[in-house]
């Protein structure tokens, strides 16, 4: 049995966390073995049904990093059976690249390390601050590492992303996309309300509430859709720093526009229930095209039609399929028109979700799960 010890850097806290535990999980029953580590209580945790180590990180800015991973390599010399690969990300590979490096120059092929990106710095320029230009720093010099020989191969989230990362063809060893827990939302289409939307059209969007994605566009879209005539809602559940302002639009949205704080994973599927279509309205930039958004195969899974910016990101995935509305441009004007479609059709809105909820069987985590065992396989391969 090859055994893969993945590092991550990130407590299991964030919306991000389904990626690592549910393809954990898919990988395991395909016959890996799989040591997931991340921050957190000491010893062994489980979350969303999915065992994986806690190791404590320190709270000291700059080097809390450095001791986690000191921390992490210690646990894995004393506890763990001999490692085939070290599957890690951007933080990890200062560390990691050293003691590779000293293996290769002893002889020593095994074992591989594999850098996993997954994102670019997504803070928007004009509100960066120092942290979050040193973090942007340190990861186009991470890249350029990564790229000049300092791990055995990569992988990463889409083929935009590696051309954007310039990752050469020989380190790429394959890509694996963001997928969905088909169970974990399969009661919602049960649960909503279609009659509902006849009288009034509810719209949901679950993740991030920062800055850049345009959610406070999108609002303003709705305030002014339902001033001309049109009726809307629109729930913003989670957090970042958009929060205030939307909170601000939705105070004088006569109640059309409302936020709530972000819920645990098991609770998501019962937003969605509450709503009829799932909402993407990021704008065209570079860290939105290369990505996979897993909100996108949640919306799907969850049966809900979704109303989308028409980037790379999304029409990678929802093409021509018919359970998506179309806005041009992530501007208000070009929601607006967005929006006096999906009134028009809104009778069509359990057809499409129906759509939805077929096509979301193609993009599940054990889909992705595969497509990484894959690359992971074809990185042993070459070594033998």
């Not at 095994?110 to 942007?136: C, F, T």
């Not at 790229?147 to 310039?166: E, F, Q, S, W, Y």
């Amino acid at each position: 049995m090859k055994h893969i010890v993945w590092i991550n850097s990130d407590p299991f806290d964030n919306l991000g966390s389904p990626t690592w535990l549910f393809t954990t999980q898919e990988l395991r029953k395909s016959g890996w073995l799989v040591s997931l580590i991340a921050p957190g209580e000491p010893g062994l945790q489980t979350k969303l049904g999915v065992e994986y180590l806690g190791i404590p990180i320190p709270r000291i800015y700059l080097i809390r990093q450095l001791i986690y991973q000191i921390r992490v390599l210690r646990y894995i010399a004393l506890h763990l059976p001999p490692v085939d690969v070290y599957l890690f990300h951007e933080m990890s590979l200062p560390i990691l690249s050293l003691i590779r490096l000293c293996l290769r120059l002893f002889g020593k092929k095994r074992p591989l390390y594999v850098l996993d990106i997954r994102s670019v710095p997504m803070q928007p320029e004009e509100i960066a601050n120092w942290k979050d230009r040193l973090r942007g720093q340190y990861f186009y010099l991470v890249n350029w590492l990564a790229n000049r020989g300092a791990v055995d191969g990569r992988v990463t989230i889409t083929h935009p992303m590696a051309r954007v990362l310039k990752i050469p063809p020989a380190l790429l060893w394959g890509i694996w996309t963001s997928g969905v827990q088909l169970e974990c939302f399969s009661k919602a289409p049960s649960y909503r309300d279609w009659k509902e939307a006849l009288e009034r059209v509810k719209f949901i969007y679950i993740g991030s509430l920062a800055k850049g994605r345009n959610l406070d566009v999108f609002a303003k879209a709705v305030i002014k859709a339902n001033r001309l005539g049109m009726r809307f809602s629109l729930f913003c559940v989670g957090q970042g720093d958009n929060v205030r302002d939307l909170i601000a639009l939705g105070e004088e949205s006569d109640g059309c526009v409302a936020v709530y704080p972000a819920v645990p994973h098991d609770q998501i599927q019962e937003w969605l229930a509450k709503a009829h279509i799932g909402v993407l309205p990021f704008p065209d930039e570079e860290k939105f095209r290369v990505s996979s958004p897993i909100k996108l195969f949640e919306y799907m899974a969850a049966g809900m039609p979704v109303l989308t910016t028409r980037i790379e990101c999304h029409t990678s995935v929802l093409q021509n399929e018919g359970n998506a509305f179309w806005a041009e441009e992530s501007t208000v004007d070009a929601f607006i028109e967005c929006l006096k479609q999906v009134w028009n059709q809104r009778d069509a809105l359990p057809a499409m979700g129906k759509i939805s909820e077929k096509e979301a069987q193609k993009w599940t985590w054990a889909e992705s799960a595969a497509n990484l065992g894959k690359a992971l396989d074809y990185g042993l391969s070459r070594d033998e």
